[in-house]
């Protein structure tokens, strides 16, 4: 039999390892059902670890290292197969430069002047015209020169840098009044909630993040452009409605977990493939679920159709929404709209990388009682990013208008991403898993923010309500506001831009510490410099176990260095879901003489993917006017601190929040704000030193949450 092979065999039905002299290979022929395993894992997780190399190996009943060159041959293999097709097209599209070149020179031959239909220009006239146009382009700066001149030497105000504008950054317009101590080295301010205002939305520094920065100017759209974004957004509904509608073969169980995904075989023998991002390391993410939520399907258009409102529905996970052209307004008939948007997504921690993408969006009604909401990537010149690194195929929702105010939502996304900045190995399973930015993590969004505005909705106060300190239904609303504002601004501050990394103190577990700096001039939280640090890792324990430890009270005092070690009490308390663990509210440490004028104000959620505890101390003339109602949340400062836990991305059949044991490992990200100077910065300020501060409190207070959790370094 002749073994003489490459070892990138193009069928993947064998693997080869070296003998021991090094001269000859031994060849392993695997089973169909061996190779089916591996190429739908492929599909979905083409650099497997170790401990998902050892799953499969025990599974196919093969060798680890047979699964490792396997993959190593396939991805060789696919990498070819990319590169050849990228080849193909790119000579398609040299022929077809090439004759639109030429058509091009005989449409100059023949070309004439379009004022008076005259023959087309000799080389002497054109190079008159340059000379006169040339002359007049001089004449016009020196002009520019003179006044100028004439306005700085009269007092005029100079254009500043952009360095001097580099660290003016962060969320939200409202101005911090406190006069406390303590507060004032931990308080800031935030985004308002209701109603933002995109032009206040948070101005990040793109020089510091490895993310494309969208344009900031866009000229008027011309008719032909209007009619390709219009027929690419009907492609996008009818492609969404058919892979909505259609189950198997099309939609696939998952071979990692039970989710479904698209197989892509199918899908490309059924829509036209066009792949936008031309690099070996590109992968498909693809999803679908289905959630019923309490709210009016006319609402739920409307906020989708508002990126303000997109923006506040999904504030954990949309760091920024805004509309670029509205191409067709809201029929108020039928809620038909398209528009063109600038949507920017980050989650979890600063070691997950955004994705920004420029969208459009339509909505169209189907019948009395159903919608569908498309996006689809928009790639015209002149409108996407230079290079993107992801894009967005026809994705979006069916909306179903169901009795007593409810709403039936199936959500799909479909994704084609580039992963040219690899993702931690902490989230690297959570993202490649589909538990990343996938329908799940939407659909799970969208049904707590539904009950959220609901409850919130309601003028009396509810049975399950701890009244408390706060008197009255607008002074609950109050702190569910301020509530709501302390998670947008806490997941805006993740993004981080502008860190230092502590990578000395990085563990096998942990990601080390990252801080930001940032000095703030703008009204919404106090003018001075803010620090912000924060650190993920891993701990054996189920998110649900984190969540209640980290919202229990009575450990509290021992890891908040707020509570200054006395115990915490609750003194105002509301639920903001149907789980009695979804709760905001009033906390104030007791028997501590130094922090008796201060309160802490809460925020906390957990659903099927993890969760969030979200706090900011507040002075208690602060804390009043909140409780009171008599003021706008929206102008309180805060400057919230907190923990984001996640599920690690590997499969729990049965996880606790339906009732079941909880095997998966939580992820957890703690970050912390501290203003470390007022308005006025001194020239002898050590920006080392206050980093140095907050990274020591960070790592203090982590150390103490894993000793009172038992989490060894080692785990």
């Given at each position: ?92 599209e040299n022929i077809r430069i090439r004759r639109e070149n030429e058509v091009i020179q005989v449409a100059l031959k023949t ?605």
């Amino acid at each position: 039999m002749d073994f003489n092979h490459d070892s990138s065999s193009s069928n993947g039905l064998e693997t080869f390892m070296n003998t021991t002299n090094g001269d000859n290979k031994i060849y392993h022929r695997h089973s169909n059902h061996q190779i089916q395993k591996l190429e739908a894992y492929f599909k979905e997780c083409p650099h497997p670890d170790d401990s998902q190399r050892h799953k499969l190996s025990e599974e196919l009943k093969l060798k680890p290292k047979q699964i490792k060159f396997w993959f190593q041959n396939k991805r060789t293999q696919a990498k070819a197969q990319i590169e050849k097709a990228i080849n193909a097209s790119l000579r398609a599209e040299n022929i077809r430069i090439r004759r639109e070149n030429e058509v091009i020179q005989v449409a100059l031959k023949t070309v004439t002047c379009p004022p008076c239909g005259g023959p087309r220009l000799g080389e002497e006239e054109r190079e008159l015209s340059l000379q006169k146009l040339h002359a007049h382009n001089a004449y016009l700066k020196g002009q520019h020169e003179q006044i100028l001149g004439f306005v700085n030497s009269n007092g005029g105000h100079s254009i500043p840098s952009v360095n001097s504008l580099a660290y003016h950054q962060g969320p939200s317009p409202y101005a911090s009044t406190s006069s406390n101590p303590h507060v004032s080295y931990r308080t800031s301010s935030n985004h308002p909630i209701e109603p933002p205002s995109l032009e206040r939305e948070p101005n990040t520094c793109h020089e510091h993040l490895n993310i494309a920065q969208p344009p900031q100017h866009f000229q008027p759209l011309s008719q032909m452009e209007k009619m390709m974004m219009s027929e690419t957004m009907i492609s996008a509904v009818t492609e969404i409605i058919r892979l909505i509608h259609i189950e198997e073969p099309m939609w696939i169980k998952s071979s990692i977990d039970d989710r479904l995904v698209i197989d892509q075989e199918n899908y490309e023998k059924s829509f036209t493939k066009i792949s936008h991002l031309k690099s070996p390391s590109a992968r498909i993410e693809s999803s679908k679920e289905v959630v019923v939520v309490p709210m009016d399907a006319r609402n739920l258009v409307d906020m989708f159709s508002d990126t303000e409102k997109w923006a506040r529905l999904f504030s954990t996970i949309v760091n920024e929404a805004k509309t670029i052209h509205v191409l067709e307004s809201m029929d108020t008939q039928r809620q038909n709209f398209s528009q063109l948007m600038y949507e920017q997504l980050h989650i979890l921690s600063p070691l997950v990388p955004p994705r920004e993408f420029m969208i459009l969006r339509c909505c169209q009604q189907i019948e009395d009682d159903l919608w569908v909401i498309a996006d689809v990537s928009c790639h015209h010149v002149n409108i996407d990013f230079e290079s993107p690194t992801s894009s967005k195929r026809p994705s979006g929702c069916l909306i179903q208008a169901l009795p007593n105010g409810l709403s039936k939502v199936t959500w799909m996304e479909h994704v084609e991403v580039n992963d040219k900045v690899r993702t931690h190995r902490i989230y690297r399973d959570l993202l490649c898993g589909g538990f990343g930015y996938g329908a799940r993590r939407w659909t799970v969004t969208l049904e707590r923010m539904c009950e959220r505005l609901s409850l919130s909705s309601i003028s009396v106060f509810l049975t399950t309500d701890y009244a408390g300190v706060v008197k009255t239904i607008e002074g609950k609303r109050s702190v569910m506001n301020l509530g709501e504002r302390m998670l947008k601004n806490f997941a805006w501050i993740l993004k981080m831009s502008g860190n230092y990394d502590f990578s000395q103190l990085s563990e096998t577990n942990s990601s080390g510490v990252r801080v930001s700096v940032r000095v703030n001039s703008e009204a919404g939280q106090p003018a001075g410099l803010i620090v912000c640090a924060a650190s993920s890792l891993c701990l054996p324990l189920s998110p649900l176990q984190v969540y209640n430890f980290l919202t229990n009270l009575e450990f509290r005092h021992q890891w908040d260095v707020l509570c200054l070690g006395n115990p915490a009490a609750e003194v105002a308390g509301f639920f903001t879901g149907t789980d009695d663990k979804n709760r905001v509210n009033i906390l104030q440490p007791t028997s501590a003489t130094e922090n008796a004028d201060m309160m802490i104000i809460q925020d906390s959620f957990i659903d099927a993917l993890g969760g969030m505890v979200v706090y900011a101390p507040v002075d208690l003339n602060t804390a009043y006017a909140a409780v009171s109602g008599q003021v706008n949340p929206s102008g309180i400062p805060i400057l919230p601190s907190g923990f984001i836990i996640s599920r690690d991305g590997h499969h729990s059949t049965s996880p606790e929040l339906d009732g079941g044991r909880d095997y998966s490992t939580a992820l957890l990200t703690v970050a912390f704000q501290i203003l470390v100077s007022g308005p006025t910065l001194s020239g002898d300020l050590q920006i080392e030193e206050s980093t140095a501060t907050v990274n020591t409190l960070i790592t203090s207070t982590l150390q103490r949450i894993k000793v009172m959790l038992n989490c060894n370094e080692g785990k």
